[in-house]
């Protein structure tokens, strides 16, 4: 078997078969739910910690904590012209979101009295204004990012220009990573980077674990099955995901203690000089390690989900392979992303035109302005937004129109959430198609209760 593991290349079209499996009800469920823990936990980070990024973006680094002078100026002015509020010179400029809440009282007031549409039009003009100079939250400005990444993504697949394709791929992989921590939210990627590993470890198990099983096996895991057993080996998932970035905050730590001790007292730092060729050392082992997380990373939850092996085993297993087949790696991973551009084309195609035509038929026969005000759907990635239509409007018409942006935005977390579950399915294809490359084994050969956890061995009392 191991003479014929290099004519596995050919396989690599089977990957493509996640995109119609990942579609499968139950996955999508899981994903969902997935998504929005996540949409949830880094609502909460940004409603408990004061918004600290730049509005221009995380490349932009960190916010100052005081607008420019132009900047305050346009918020003094909106404040006097379309509010009641009585700001005096000698005030304080209040905060951006301060003005854009009075802003948006003061338009839902207008909408209310009836005043005129060129009125409201203009409040909301200046709300536009204000919110492109408001100050992001680190998971907000890490979902903007995201969001330009995989329009960059899709647009080079589309153009054929794979220039584009390798910004967006490192930009998610590299550039957001490290503008998040130059932007000095560093607390920020280790906590919320934990919670991300803990719900991803749990969502992606349960989705590797159903798709491992249904390519060898043709057999469907139900939701149920697929949470237990995730749920159950949680630590070993958890662990795949979490250890290489907690040993590169170690190693990171060790160069920063090096610079501040070593560096900064007279005589030591001679001593730091003579030896500084073990930093180096560290630094090449950091680099290293990082460079290895960003090429193993989609094989770690895929290795735990097949083999049933410890997260440190994961990590040696997708590190030998993308070392032992670089070649096979890089055409999966290619095949891959392509299924990812066709695939979301189709997906965000339906959602976005089931959104918008339910919106436009029901809206013809609506006499008020829920409709309106709920907005419409223009990227995943984007929030949906209504437009005031200046005439009077209910509070059971507001009402409506939020319960009917709620389901539209449930259907944006399904549209992120089918991202989630393909890249499970992919994953869990590439690599059973490197282990059999590597190793020779059959793709159709996964753990299953009663064998050796981390084998693929018989354990004592299972008939062969």
Request: aromatic fraction near 8%; include cysteine; charge should be negative.
């Amino acid at each position: 078997m191991l003479m014929n593991a290099p004519n596995c290349s050919w396989k690599f079209p089977k990957i493509l078969t996640s995109v119609g499996t990942s579609l499968q009800p139950g996955r999508l469920v899981i994903a969902l739910l997935t998504v929005t823990l996540l949409m949830l936990g880094g609502g909460i980070w940004d409603g408990l910690v004061p918004a600290t990024v730049s509005p221009q973006g995380l490349e932009a680094g960190t916010w100052s904590g005081e607008h420019e002078l132009e900047d305050a100026g346009l918020l003094r002015r909106s404040l006097r012209r379309w509010t009641d509020v009585d700001l005096s010179n000698e005030q304080d400029t209040p905060t951006a979101s301060e003005v854009l809440e009075a802003l948006r009282n003061s338009r839902a007031t207008a909408i209310s009295d009836g005043e005129s549409d060129e009125r409201v039009r203009a409040i909301t003009r200046t709300i536009n204004q204000v919110e492109a100079i408001r100050p992001r939250g680190a998971f907000e400005a890490t979902v903007e990012t995201l969001g330009g990444n995989l329009n960059q993504f899709i647009d080079g697949m589309v153009q054929l220009a794979p220039s584009r394709v390798i910004d967006a791929v490192v930009g998610t992989v590299y550039h957001l990573p490290a503008s998040l921590w130059h932007a000095g939210q560093c607390w920020f990627l280790v906590f919320y980077g934990l919670f991300f590993c803990f719900v991803v470890g749990i969502g992606g198990g349960a989705l590797s674990r159903m798709e491992a099983c249904q390519h060898a096996a043709n057999e469907r895991l139900t939701m149920r099955d697929a949470m237990n057993h995730s749920i159950e080996y949680w630590p070993r998932f958890l662990v795949a995901l979490a250890m290489p970035m907690l040993l590169a905050v170690v190693m990171y730590g060790i160069l920063l203690l090096i610079g501040f001790a070593g560096m900064n007292i007279p005589g030591l730092n001679i001593l730091t000089g003579l030896l500084y060729g073990l930093a180096l050392l560290v630094g090449f082992l950091l680099v290293l390690l990082l460079l290895g997380y960003s090429a193993c990373s989609t094989l770690l939850i895929p290795a735990v989900a097949v083999e049933n092996c410890e997260g440190a085993d994961s990590m040696q297993r997708a590190w030998a392979y993308v070392l032992n087949r670089p070649l096979h790696m890089l055409v999966y991973l290619v095949t891959a992303l392509v299924g990812l551009a066709l695939g979301f084309l189709v997906v965000n195609v339906f959602a976005t035109m089931t959104i918008n035509l339910t919106s436009s038929s029901i809206g013809a026969a609506t006499f008020n302005d829920a409709i309106i005000e709920a907005g419409r759907m223009t990227s995943v990635f984007a929030p949906i937004e209504g437009r005031a239509s200046g005439e009077s409007s209910m509070w059971t018409t507001t009402w409506t129109a939020g319960l009917i942006s709620t389901w539209m935005m449930l259907v944006q977390y399904m549209v992120a959430g089918w991202i989630f579950s393909y890249v499970m399915a992919a994953s869990t294809r590439v690599y059973l198609l490197m282990r059999q490359a590597c190793d020779g084994q059959d793709e159709r050969l996964i753990w299953w209760p009663g064998m050796v956890e981390g084998t693929l061995s018989d354990g004592p009392g299972r008939d062969a």
